[in-house]
């Protein structure tokens, strides 16, 4: 038989079904043998045009829409249009609530760090620090129903400052939560760095250096693991982080374990900055009021989202609408960074790879998802039941 | 002590990006229209490939996004921003570009992760970027209907409804 040497070349597609998170994105991975050559990148699958929908809805109605591009970081996304729009009106929020802000923004990197560190794990094949992980994160979720009302979307904020104030009994349970969080955070700090089965998949596993995370503009904790120091809330500080400096994370290595490193490390900085919140929060009004129709300007509004930066462009044109809304989540950003470290190693890193940035589909796709129709805004557990069994047969009869 | 280095970042990158693009690129408007805010409006697409390698040789910022604007059609142009961050600087690059033949060059040679907001781009507003090693659909479907640009101001929703669920 003919001896051919050289190695055969393959395209493998991985995605557009969960190629790492249970979320859609398509990669074309080429490969010799076990090893990558090249990869190319396709999103899109939740795509739903929310920056299009911006631009026939009011400044209101909008907040409700972009507050709906991710159901991870929600809180986020509506400070950053919140932090926009309040500053192309020349309103200033009031303390009280810049500080409530910042404590549900904290809040929900608790719940967003811990919801990765068990999705990573998993990836590695770690399914029981990624069920711990999971658990523990219902801690946070609680606290966040219990301030809000809600799990996700906790609609906190309005245009001019937040709707929900926070009692003494609520400090209470959060400061609880907070001390057993910290007492597990110690534990997978401890657990990322010295198991040796998981460290064989993350020390030295899509290694970036400083200087290439600086080049493909990563942002975030993945810069921040490659000793980058990009952190907005510390660089241009937002809402009332100049009252509560944040003291910014950085790891050198560049390696997946860093990656995890920084995240963990950063878990503590949340538990820090929402006991001084807590701790100083000013007293005051909630809300300020604004107005229905915005002067012809253009803003930047910049926050630090779970994963990194997130940019806002907004441009008014005298209308109850606006004429703009660019967003740009972090995800995208680092995006290049998979692709680019992909190359070079074995194809069963890939969707660790991909992991490692913390990816969200649906901040860069900006999906919503649309209610199929349940009018009642309130539904107990039997009541959801039966919606549910009506709604089977309704389909399948 | 961060907080002085972070402010003395901010304000050095707007002085450098200022040196740079009033210095060394004559005929250049710029406009401060928020603190931290330095925009830049470039005479033509062609000022952009010097200007940006500038920036890059001296390391001043990121590039943070490219956003594209439509007017409106009475102004018959389009204009492509691109940001630049550093600590709490944003400098903007504006880029005119005629409606009819909307060109611009890729950075994508000069900044790897300019690519992805460049395919964005061109899908989005219909803005050709020449040099672009990959210039197919980012987010958009693949059998979404040629030179229809969504993110256009004459863009019209129901006329999209009507090719793809084909008159159902």
Known sequence: ?397 | MIETTTSNKTVEALALAKEITTAWFWSLETAEPEPNRLDVKLASADDLLPIVTAMRVKRLGYLSAITGLDPGLEADQLEVLYHFCTGAAIITLRVPIPRHAPVVPSLSPIIPGAEVFERELMEMFGVTVSGLPIAEHLYLPDDWPEATYPLRKDFDPVSIRLTTEGGR
């Open chain 1, 1 to 397: 038989m003919h001896q051919d040497q050289t190695v055969e070349r393959f395209t493998v597609p991985i995605g557009p079904q969960h190629p790492a998170l249970k979320e859609p994105a398509n990669f074309l991975i080429t490969v010799e043998g076990e090893i990558v050559t090249k990869a190319v990148v396709r999103l899109g699958y939740a795509h739903r045009g929310i920056e299009k929908a911006t631009e026939s809805r009011n400044w209101v109605q909008n907040l409700y829409l972009l507050e709906r591009i991710c159901g991870i970081c929600s809180h986020i996304h509506a400070t950053a249009y919140c932090h926009g729009v309040e500053r192309l009106a020349n309103v200033e929020v009031p303390p009280r609530a810049q500080a409530i802000r910042v404590l549900v923004a904290e809040l929900e990197r608790i719940h967003s760090h811990l919801l990765w560190l068990g999705v990573a794990a998993h990836e590695a094949g770690f399914d029981t620090l990624f069920m711990y992980s999971w658990r523990d994160r219902e801690t946070v979720m609680d606290l966040l129903e219990e301030l809000a009302g809600n799990r996700v979307n906790y609609s906190v904020n309005v245009l001019g400052g937040i709707k929900n104030d926070i009692d003494a009994g609520q400090t209470q349970k959060i400061l609880a939560g907070l001390d057993y969080l910290e007492q597990r955070t110690r534990h997978y700090l401890d657990v990322v760095t010295t198991d040796a089965g998981f460290l064989q998949r993350t020390r030295g596993v899509g290694v970036m250096t400083r200087n290439q995370a600086e080049v493909l503009g990563t942002v975030g904790p993945t810069a921040r693991a490659s000793g980058v120091a990009r952190d907005i809330r510390v660089e241009a500080p937002y809402a009332a982080y100049d009252s509560y400096p944040v003291k910014l994370t950085l790891e050198a290595e560049g390696d997946l374990e860093a990656r995890f490193v920084v995240r963990i490390k950063e878990l503590f900085e949340c538990y820090r900055l929402i006991h001084e919140v807590l701790d100083n929060l000013p007293s005051g009004d909630l809300t300020t009021r604004m107005p229905r129709r915005i002067k012809a300007a253009e803003t930047v509004s910049r926050v630090e989202a779970p994963r990194g930066e997130l940019f806002y462009f907004i441009k008014s044109n005298g209308s109850d609408m606006p004429e703009r809304v660019r967003v740009r989540t972090p995800t995208i950003c680092n995006m290049t960074s998979v692709v680019k470290l992909a190359v070079g190693h074995q194809l069963a890193d890939v969707p660790m790879i991909l992991a490692g940035i913390d990816p969200c589909f649906s901040c860069n796709d900006r999906m919503v998802i649309v209610d199929r129709g349940i009018r009642q805004q309130c539904m107990s557990w039997d009541a959801l039941r039966r919606y549910g069994i009506a709604y089977y047969h309704g389909n399948h009869s």
